[in-house]
């Protein structure tokens, strides 16, 4: 597979070659990157424009940025586009909407490359890698989701630090941390969130004031139910790291003192099923759903029990009701399609499947099991 890189010819243009199109003084004595069509191929001189120049020095900004001459490079592109930040973001942004992740991911890298100390630059790029993540583990592929989870954390770290403080930082960073089971970490940086906001400047602006309002409504649900216990997040990253059955204790210490926290019922239902107690896990997602713990990963995990009892009729209607609340959600089709096998019905099965590939065509688990329904 090639290189990125393999797709740059170094070229030698005279000093005015460019002037009346750029404005910008050419160095004759520094060659300039051009971005070939096709890395495989000679480049045809006739094909050289101003846009592969910027193409090529995009690549390097992306997987060059040590590149000796880069600064010149930069200040070349800045020269003529002054506004490259802006058309760069909006197009990954386009992209990530587009589920076009690879081309997303590149055009981060070359804003990065560009400026790499840029804030918003960097709180966009935690926004990306975690929502990659979830793209990977809706597609089960979860040691890929933990690497972008990574990836995410160490931007926002950067995010948070930035100065001034950016709110929305905070704010979104909370939101991921919420995520991880981390509800002390969200509680602070809501808590952040709402102190950076307050001025009269803030006051008529109604994104501003919906979003203090969801903070502020997270931090009372988390104070209520002891989300924040030492207790709680100790359980879930047990159960993360594939220590089921300390994150049991934890979570069975907890219920002691919080037997109406749904989201504690949750985690014990998660381990119990991670460890194949399907029979006590499905017990403990009921509880999740008895106390109002109505969400598509609840019904997901109470499905997958049923399921695996053979008690199908009620984990479809498990699976049903989550795709009641998340129409789009892939995972969901995906165990939808692997119920119909387990029942015997492989069309009803492949038509799931392909309704999947529909969303994400990268599923690697799908598109093996279609491979061998062939």
């Not at 300039?32 to 050289?48: G, T």
């Not at 760069?88 to 490359?113: H, P, V």
């Not at 239902?269 to 990963?297: H, P, T």
Request: aromatic share 12%; proline share 3%.
């Amino acid at each position: 597979m090639n290189h990125p890189l393999d797709s740059i010819l170094f070229i030698q243009l005279p000093e005015n070659a460019l002037y009346e199109d750029t404005g910008f003084h050419l160095d004759p004595s520094i060659m300039l990157p051009v971005q070939k069509p096709n890395a495989n191929e000679d480049f045809n001189p006739k094909a050289l424009s101003w846009d592969g120049i910027l193409a090529g020095i995009l690549t390097l900004l992306a997987y060059d940025a040590d590149n000796e001459h880069i600064a010149y490079y930069k200040s070349l592109l800045l020269h003529t586009r002054p506004n490259i930040k802006l058309e760069l973001t909006e197009a990954a942004i386009l992209k990530i909407k587009n589920e076009d992740y690879d081309i997303a991911e590149e055009i981060f890298l070359s804003l990065r490359g560009l400026d790499s100390e840029d804030p918003i630059t960097i709180l966009n790029s935690a926004l990306f890698y975690e929502q990659r993540a979830e793209s990977y583990r809706n597609s089960s592929l979860h040691d890929d989701a933990n690497a972008y989870e990574e990836k995410a954390h160490s931007y926002y770290k950067k995010a948070l630090h930035a100065e001034p403080p950016i709110a929305d930082a905070f704010f979104n960073a909370a939101f991921f941390y919420l995520k991880q089971k981390n509800a002390s970490q969200a509680k602070d940086y809501f808590e952040t969130y709402i102190a950076l906001c307050q001025g009269e400047e803030f006051e008529q602006d109604e994104t501003v004031q919906n979003k203090i309002e969801k903070a502020q409504e997270i931090i009372n649900d988390i104070n209520s139910k002891n989300l924040d216990d030492e207790l709680f997040k100790s359980a879930y990253d047990f159960i993360r790291l594939g220590q089921e059955e300390k994150g049991l204790e934890a979570i069975k210490q907890f219920l002691k003192k919080n037997p109406k926290v749904w989201n504690a019922w949750f985690l014990l239902g998660w381990a119990l099923r991670r460890l194949e107690r399907f029979s006590e896990a499905k017990e403990a997602f009921l509880q999740c759903i008895a106390l109002d713990g109505i969400n598509v990963d609840v019904y997901n995990e109470c499905a997958i029990c049923y399921m695996e009892e053979g008690s199908y009729a009620e984990s479809k209607n498990m699976l049903y009701k989550a795709l009641q609340l998340e129409g789009e959600n892939t995972k969901i089709m995906s165990n939808l399609g692997f119920l119909a096998l387990r029942e015997g019905n492989v069309e009803e099965a492949r038509s799931f499947f392909l309704s999947v590939l529909e969303f994400d065509p990268d599923d690697a688990l799908v598109l093996a099991t279609l491979e061998s329904l062939k």
